[in-house]
C-alpha cells in the first residue's frame, strides 16, 4: 500500500513494516509544486503523476526508477499493454515501457484526436477511459 500526504511525504506499507520515501518531498531539485496528483501500479512499479513530470517507483526495490521532468503539469497516469499513458491540459501523451527513453519527455508521443485538458483516466479491460 502508498500512503500519499498533503506534504508530499510517501510511506510505503508492505506486511506491517512502513517504509519513508521522503525524497520528493525534500528534493530541493524540483523548483515548483511537488504535488502527486495520481498514482497507477503495475508489475510492482507504482507510476506517478506529478505537478513536475512522471515518476517511476520500484516497490520491492523501494527506489526510483526513472524520473521524466516535464514542463506540464501531469494530471493523471495508467499503464496499458506495456505503455505509460499521461493526461494533461494539452491532451493525452504515451510511450512504451520497455526500449525508449522514458525519462526523456520529448521521447513520448502525443495521441491524435484525444481529448484536451485530460484530468482523470481509468482503466478497464486493458483500454482506457478519459
Known amino acids: ?3 500519499v500526504y ?3 511525504n510517501i510511506d510505503i ?3 506491517g513494516h512502513v517504509t519513508n520515501i521522503p525524497f520528493i518531498q525534500t528534493n530541493t531539485s524540483v523548483l515548483g509544486s511537488k ?8 508489475d510492482h512499479i507504482a507510476y506517478m503523476a506529478t505537478d513536475f513530470g512522471v515518476l517511476g517507483f520500484d516497490l520491492d526495490a523501494l527506489e526510483f526508477t526513472f ?12 499503464v496499458i499493454n506495456n505503455k505509460v499513458y499521461i493526461g494533461t491540459e494539452q491532451g493525452i501523451y504515451n510511450i ?4 525508449s527513453n522514458v525519462s526523456d519527455f520529448y521521447s513520448w508521443k502525443p495521441l491524435d484526436n484525444d481529448p ?3 484530468s482523470e483516466m481509468a482503466v478497464f479491460a486493458d483500454k482506457a477511459y478519459f
Open 1 to 3: 500500500m502508498i500512503i
Open 6 to 8: 498533503s506534504d508530499n
Open 13 to 15: 506499507l508492505n506486511g
Open 35 to 42: 504535488t502527486i496528483n495520481d498514482i497507477f501500479i503495475k
Open 67 to 78: 524520473t521524466t521532468f516535464t514542463t506540464e503539469k501531469i494530471q493523471c497516469i495508467s
Open 96 to 99: 512504451a515501457i520497455k526500449g
Open 116 to 118: 484536451k485538458d485530460v
